[in-house]
């Protein structure tokens, strides 16, 4: 058995900064004006300068594995461009120091941040363009870095593409939204799994799988209903991406949906292809909270993939973040079931984590037992799939261990074992402080988690 993975999961827009230097074109987040007192995306934690501190804890913690992302925008000129080697040289050197410290580099290939041009003129992956443009790139990253990167996703969270945010992170500049740009757009992103993954299998040793951004959501009642829509939610947002991901084909209940609807996917010759020929090394996937539909509040016609926008409602049995995620440790454990135990395939936790607002008075530490609860009822909670259940599971990275910014741009919703001294609108000097939870940890890892079960 290869040792387990334990490590840490970021975005390139939530920690690098550098938005103007080394040749790299602007992004949908380099132009967005903060609101409601957030930060800009400018500096984020200006890892492009100074990542090398946060390696050193990572190495310190014990961590064997980093999940990046590449920022297609620093690699690609305008997304479509020419190759910026200034941007794949700074890369090339990131992944060299992670090694160097015995940390096996994880690429995440988009998360969120579409090239501005590639969105104000084609659409964002509502557009063949983009998808081709995006399939040039990411075999391009495979050529330059698969030699010394093993493990690989496409897109962070891509079942996102699938319910109505992912019309915010698609770079879906115009249109009305409807179910048949979704079910377009969603396609053509899948397209762009299927040729990079193939890629990889036929030219590489690499491993690569999906990744899913995947919400344990409980029926509101026993009423048939509410099963009902439980269960078509879970099937039209997870499980018909699954099925591709692991069997090459969407499932029946999508296509049909699609069909009996009048939606075209816009599916040209070759994709479904391949897409036939697809198959996954692992299965990937977020995991921070649970939460709970009922029918009744769903309008009748709705598309199952806009249920949670109308039928959502609060879990009474858990407890909930100020930011209403609802904490559920078992329900982690039942995700980890749903998916090794229908796909038989190893699966791969690479985002948890709780957000909490912060704040260092510049001498004591952060007393942050929430958070080690938090991670300590979860871990078991996957030991527990692991040892009595059967799953197999190949590691776990928890979300953003060194403060980074909250994908809506919140410095003060904290995921970090390491608390990084800035504000939403002051930059202050970025020190890095470790907190409570940092010593607690290190010791989960360098015992493998047996520590967890000590009195």
Not at 66 to 85: A, H, L, M, P, T
Not at 275 to 304: E, H, L, N, V
Not at 342 to 358: A, H, K, L, M, S
Not at 377 to 386: G, Q
Request: hydrophobic share 35%; with cysteine; proline share 3%.
């Amino acid at each position: 058995m290869e040792k387990f993975f334990w490590g840490n999961s970021v975005s390139s827009m939530q920690t690098e900064g550098g938005w103007d230097q080394g040749g790299k074109s602007l992004s949908v987040y380099d132009v967005r004006v903060p609101k409601d007192g957030l930060s800009d995306w400018h500096f984020a934690n200006d890892n492009y300068n100074h990542y090398t501190e946060d390696f050193d804890y990572m190495q310190d913690l014990g961590m064997n594995m980093y999940r990046f992302q590449i920022s297609w925008s620093r690699v690609v000129k305008d997304g479509d461009g020419d190759f910026n080697e200034e941007g794949i040289a700074y890369y090339s050197k990131f992944i060299d120091d992670l090694l160097a410290r015995g940390i096996q580099p994880m690429i995440c290939l988009y998360h969120f941040d579409m090239p501005l041009h590639l969105a104000k003129e084609y659409n964002g992956f509502m557009s063949k363009h983009v998808k081709d443009s995006f399939i040039r790139y990411g075999k391009e990253m495979v050529d330059r870095f698969s030699d010394r990167v093993k493990y690989w996703i496409t897109f962070n969270e891509q079942n996102i593409f699938h319910f109505s945010e992912g019309f915010n992170i698609a770079g879906y500049e115009k249109g009305d939204k409807t179910t048949q740009d979704l079910y377009q757009m969603a396609h053509n992103v899948m397209v762009c799994h299927a040729e990079v993954t193939n890629y990889i299998h036929e030219k590489t040793d690499a491993k690569i799988g999906g990744m899913l951004a995947y919400s344990e959501v409980y029926p509101a009642t026993c009423d048939p209903e509410d099963i009902r829509v439980a269960r078509e939610w879970d099937e039209f947002v997870n499980h018909t991406l699954v099925e591709c991901f692991v069997n090459g084909r969407y499932s029946k209940q999508h296509l049909a949906y699609a069909k009996n609807n009048g939606i075209d996917l816009g599916i040209i010759e070759g994709e479904m292809e391949s897409i036939s020929r697809m198959r996954s090394d692992f299965m990937s996937f977020s995991y921070y909270s649970s939460t709970t539909i009922s029918a009744k509040q769903i309008p009748k016609g709705t598309a199952p993939n806009f249920y949670l926008d109308f039928g959502k409602v609060e879990n009474p049995y858990i407890g909930t973040t100020e930011w209403s995620w609802q904490i559920d440790p078992q329900g982690f454990r039942d995700v980890l079931n749903k998916l090794y135990q229908r796909y038989q395939i190893p699966v791969f936790p690479i985002e948890n984590g709780i957000g909490v607002r912060e704040t260092w008075d510049g001498t004591n530490q952060i007393e942050d037992d929430y958070r080690i609860d938090y991670h300590k009822e979860h871990l078991k909670a996957m030991y527990d799939a692991m040892n009595k259940d059967g799953v197999e599971v190949i590691g776990y990275l928890g979300w953003g261990l060194i403060d980074i910014l909250s994908s809506k741009g919140d410095m003060e919703k904290r995921y970090g074992l390491v608390y990084v001294n800035r504000s939403n609108q002051d930059l202050k000097d970025m020190k890095r402080v470790p907190k409570k939870s940092y010593a607690w940890f290190k010791e989960v890892i360098a015992s493998n988690g047996a520590s967890l079960y000590k009195n």
